[in-house]
């Protein structure tokens, strides 16, 4: 039994959301699509319009969040407006993938996921690694695990024809920049 894909509205263009979640969400094989993008205008809502033929683009958040086309909505936004968003999302029948930091304060999260919860509807931050396994040893091969030491890489969250732009931690001693 094929189910429709889930239709996802994206609330700004943000670099994660030109260079990330649109073409990870063209990977799903037909289980997400973007259905939906509201941008202030201009250069990002033409951006959109290439980077995803046939989305719509709104140039106001809430027309976006009041669309029967979107079921699920991704906030990119500043981290001030993550909760304000979030509930917003949340009141218009929407699922909600909030990117991190999901808030600034730990009321603002109590009310997220009483919202969301209060609606019976999916609410997340987005934390990549939460479902990557920790490490390809099984637990236990090696002993106990006391400490795991990371860091975070982020590949192809550039939009299409944009450059590496050189940022203060990239020029760090010891540290290479690639791209």
């Known amino acids: 039994m094929r189910h429709s894909p889930l239709?996802?509205?994206?609330?700004?263009a943000a670099r994660i959301a030109l260079g990330g979640i649109i073409p990870a969400a063209g990977r799903t094989t037909g289980a997400v699509e973007v259905s939906a993008v509201a941008t202030r205008g201009g250069v990002k809502g033409a951006a959109v319009r290439e980077l995803v033929p046939g989305v719509e683009v709104f140039e106001d958040y809430e027309a976006l969040l009041e669309s029967e086309s979107v079921d699920a909505v991704y906030v990119p936004l500043p981290n001030s407006m993550h909760v304000k968003w979030t509930l917003k999302a949340l009141e218009a029948g929407k699922h909600?993938?909030?990117e991190k930091p999901f808030c600034m304060s730990a009321g603002g999260a109590g009310r997220a996921v009483e919202a969301a919860r209060g609606a019976g509807l999916a609410l997340m931050e987005g934390f990549m690694y939460r479902f990557h396994p920790p490490d390809r040893t099984p637990?236990?091969?090696t002993g106990r695990r006391t400490h795991r030491r990371g860091a975070p890489v982020a590949r192809?969250?550039?939009?299409?024809?944009e450059r590496p732009g050189g940022r203060a931690r990239d020029r760090l001693p010891g540290r290479r920049r690639f791209g």
């Open 7 to 12: 239709r996802l509205g994206i609330l700004g």
């Open 96 to 98: 909600v993938l909030c």
């Open 139 to 141: 637990p236990g091969a």
């Open 156 to 161: 192809g969250v550039r939009p299409p024809g």
